[in-house]
């Protein structure tokens, strides 16, 4: 068995000529046997950062910052990356084409982790968060692998097709939606770019944002915007907004006649502060260069599902194979439609086989029609629990359908036991110690599994037989009144090990690609920022650090701070400690067997019948890589993108690798 990737710094090189000031931290590693990773790509600075809810902390993500520009000021001061993923991304020739989301992790653990938000703000040695200043646009950027330079699109230096303004289009957007597509007002907004694809000469783009909400109570409705570029000139050619919470992929399909055409999903919602009551749809690009938002239903894409569709949640990744007499069919995953808890005529996450793919594609005159292949509601022993599975990477290897779960912490089982059975699962107060809430916090958690299937039943979809590669054969289930460790509903024991892949934490099974016949999968370990957290609050004010360590004992909101234990509520150490990330992050420590080890997973299958080898489980030798979400291969070599809970420090923020095997 190959050993464990060990990785050490063996070179360190500086890129010459580089758009980026901070590819300096470029980096060589490599394994003890098989694999060496080569940093090629890191965030750039984008703030100097004077503390938290300080007015002087200057973001200027197109100014080329330095590490260095921080030392030169009048008070103590540190270099900020805030672009924290590498997010959706596109392939053009030799180029990388990604966009970002900055400073997710400061989200997740108020939004997924139950996090009070009176202790979400802190400083860290590699980590500043509070609502104040974490609230930071997402940026697109280029890495150009025949110069090993990486480059952003700078919004006030871009040449615009006639008529447009992509300065104004990344930073304004409407305020209503009044059906139909159908958009008004304008205002300020803030972009994250999930989804990316390119094709006939376009990169589009797919950012993410929330209309006003219509009550200071409820969530907003989210929309999405879609940006359009020239892959040659990068010229901007235009934006359309589309009534949708999210959209995961966007993928160009190879039809039966040899054309092809750019397909994406497009669905509902939660994880990013939106109502999650948006449609879903499966869109294709029907436009073209010259005008890539003309024609179709909707800006120059046509609907290509069926009204059905609409009960599913949204579409994740889809990927073709041939089915038993030759034909393409498309696979698609799913994640828990929103609204799947409340009513049952809406789906949990799911594994969803197309008709026979048409001569020509999919259009709206030939849509696609749906089987259900695998529900996870059919899987988990907790029939609330398994209504909130979202189905994560997936691909074909060596005749497989390899697929994993995605869990969204405490967003999943725990917020929807508590919701369906609230005299059992009452609220409790910020900071207040609860066993019950404890206990629902840890049986409720789940890791992420790893399944593959045999696809050879498409014309008798009820003799699929997935099998369990990493999961659980047993799990905790509550029946209302007692919790219960029952099997997973299958009845399947797990091949080569339990969920999580050796760390519980891992929930999410974030990219998978096959290169080389191996396939590869990059996970999402929430234990790396967790123990951020935790260590920091005990060590604070510690010497080394360039800013003294600061304790989640101040709220900060417009420009001030607030001792939390001036608010009338718990300290806020009981807020800090008592609240469901810390229960999970303490139970944690305890698994038996578990790796406890900061930084992302990847997991390499050499062959279809052995365990998979783990190639590392430190974030490639950087414990702030905190998951691995984006693969490429460019001229055949393999690059991972990274996302990072870290934003202080020459670490922090995304980073993109290349690996090879020696």
């Not at 200043?133 to 990486?150: A, E, F, H, K």
């Not at 073209?288 to 909707?298: H, I, L, R, S, V």
């Amino acid at each position: 068995m190959r050993n464990i990737f060990r990785l050490g710094l063996v070179a360190s090189l500086t890129l010459t000529g580089a758009a980026f000031a901070d590819d300096d931290y470029r980096r060589v590693m490599e394994t003890t046997d098989d694999f060496v990773a080569e940093r090629v790509s890191i965030a750039p600075v984008d703030e100097i950062f004077f503390g938290r809810a300080n007015p002087k902390n200057l973001f200027e993500p197109y100014a080329n910052l330095t590490e260095s520009d921080a030392d030169y000021t009048d008070e103590p001061a540190a270099a900020r990356r805030n672009a924290s993923y590498a997010w959706g991304v596109a392939q053009v020739g030799e180029e990388i084409w990604f966009g970002s989301l900055n400073n997710g992790w400061c989200g997740w653990m108020m939004k997924h982790l139950k996090l009070p938000m009176l202790v979400t703000a802190f400083d860290s040695e590699v980590q500043a968060c509070n609502l104040v200043d974490i609230d930071r646009p997402g940026q697109l950027y280029i890495y150009d692998v025949s110069n090993q330079q990486t480059s952003v699109i700078n919004p006030y230096d871009i040449l615009n097709a006639p008529g447009q303004d992509y300065a104004r289009d990344i930073s304004r957007g409407p305020t209503k939606h009044l059906g139909n597509g159908v958009f008004e007002g304008e205002a300020s907004k803030i972009y994250g770019f999930r989804s990316a694809g390119a094709h006939n000469g376009v990169v589009f783009f797919i950012g993410h944002a929330n209309l006003d909400s219509q009550s200071a109570t409820e969530s907003a409705e989210g929309f999405l915007r879609v940006f359009a570029f020239d892959s040659q000139t990068r010229t901007y050619l235009g934006k359309a907004d589309f009534p949708y919470d999210s959209s995961r992929r966007m993928t160009v399909l190879t039809h039966p006649d040899g054309s092809s055409a750019l397909y994406t999903f497009m669905g509902p919602d939660t994880s990013l502060g939106q109502a999650g009551t948006s449609g879903t749809v499966g869109l294709r690009w029907v436009g073209t260069k010259d005008a890539p938002f003309a024609g179709g239903d909707t800006h120059g894409f046509d609907l290509v599902t069926p009204d059905s569709f609409q009960y599913e949640g949204l579409p994740g990744e889809f990927v073709t194979t041939q089915d038993e007499k030759g034909k393409e069919r498309l696979v698609v995953s799913t994640w828990a439609h929103p609204k799947a808890a409340k009513d049952p005529a809406y789906q949990g996450g799911n594994l969803l086989a197309s008709n026979p793919m048409p001569a020509a594609g999919f259009s709206k005159a030939e849509p696609m029609q749906f089987t259900t292949i695998f529900k996870t509601e059919d899987f988990d022993a907790d029939p609330v629990i398994a209504k909130t599975y979202e189905m994560g990477a997936m691909t074909m290897f060596d005749g497989y359908l390899y697929f994993g779960t995605m869990h969204v912490g405490h967003s999943g089982g725990y917020d929807k036991l508590k919701a369906a059975y609230p005299e059992q699962f009452p609220a409790v107060q910020d900071g207040e110690y609860s066993a019950v809430e404890e206990e629902l916090a840890i049986k409720s958690w789940r890791a992420s599994s790893i399944f593959r299937m045999k696809m050879n039943r498409f014309y008798k979809p009820h003799k699929f037989k997935p099998e369990l590669l990493y999961g659980d054969k047993k799990q905790w289930a509550f029946n209302g009144r007692k919790w219960r460790k029952q099997p997973n509903r299958m009845g399947l024991e797990p091949k080569y090990g339990p969920a999580g892949w050796g760390e519980v934490l891992n929930v999410y099974a974030w990219t998978a690609v096959v290169h080389d016949e191996q396939l590869y999968i990059g996970g999402f370990d929430l234990g790396s920022g967790m123990r951020d957290y935790y260590d920091n609050i005990e060590a604070i004010q510690s010497k080394a650090a360039r800013l003294p360590r600061l304790a989640p004992d101040q709220f900060c909101l417009a420009g001030s701070c607030f001792p939390v234990d001036m608010m009338g509520g718990n300290s806020w150490q009981d807020q800090a400690y008592n609240n469901p990330m810390g229960y999970v992050y303490r139970w944690a420590q305890q698994v038996r067997g578990n790796s406890n080890q900061s930084g992302a997973d990847l997991i390499v299958f050499e062959e279809s019948d052995e365990a998979a080898e783990r190639i590392t489980a430190d974030g490639f030798a950087n414990p702030d890589n905190n998951g691995i979400r984006n693969a490429a291969v460019v001229n055949g070599e393999l690059y991972f993108g990274t996302s990072s809970f870290s934003n202080l420090g020459n670490n922090s923020g995304f980073e993109y690798y290349k690996v090879t095997e020696k």
